[in-house]
């Protein structure tokens, strides 16, 4: 009898090895199922983005026509041109030059060189930077800087001294300046 109990846990473990291992291969199974799925997702996702890129050559939308009119367009400098004349040919007066010098970085305006492209802003962009350039008095508004301020008016943060040396703002303890929102600012031209 001793015999037969051995035989019996013998198949007593065979038929529990046999039973994870069909459990091991079921859940196996499910695993590879999802990965298939989510590769296959993948697979239709990059086809259809190919398509849409691929696709709006000739059928831009109003929305994407809108903005194209609204980024600034480029200019490509010819020999002989000048800030002033670019300004003339784009937005029908020379005034807009200092514009021009302002939005692409030009430190020296009385020098551009043929071949360069240039960044032209709208004429509504131009005009608000325009107006903006040549303000004389500024509101702080509430979590402005004086650094903030000069990047706006200036269009180079790092001439916030001159903010500061015209206007005698205070200083907090730590030496840096002191400036409340809805104080007006003179702005050095």
Do not use: C
């Not at 300004?87 to 692409?104: C, H, I, M």
């Not at 071949?115 to 350039?133: F, R, V």
């Not at 206007?167 to 050095?188: D, K, S």
């Amino acid at each position: 009898m001793p015999r037969k109990k051995k035989v019996t846990k013998a198949a007593t473990k065979t038929k529990a090895k046999s039973k994870v291992n069909w459990q091991e291969n079921y859940a196996g199974l499910i695993l590879g199922a999802i990965i298939v799925v989510i590769l296959g997702l993948l697979v239709a996702n990059f086809f259809s983005k190919k398509g849409q890129e691929i696709g709006t050559g000739a059928n831009t939308s109003l929305g994407e026509e809108q903005q194209q009119a609204e980024s600034p367009s480029q200019y490509k400098v010819e020999s002989g041109d000048s800030l002033s004349a670019i300004s003339e040919k784009t937005y029908g007066s020379q005034d807009f030059w200092p514009v021009l010098a302002r939005v692409n970085n030009i430190a020296n305006p009385n020098i551009i060189y043929a071949g360069n492209n240039l960044e032209l802003p709208s004429k509504d962009k131009a005009s608000e930077i325009k107006a903006q350039m040549t303000q004389t008095a500024y509101q702080v508004q509430s979590g402005d800087t004086l650094f903030l301020v000069a990047q706006k008016m200036y269009g180079d943060g790092s001439q916030w001294v001159r903010i500061d040396v015209a206007n005698h703002v205070g200083r907090l303890p730590n030496g840096n300046p002191l400036i409340f929102a809805g104080n007006t600012l003179i702005i050095p031209r």
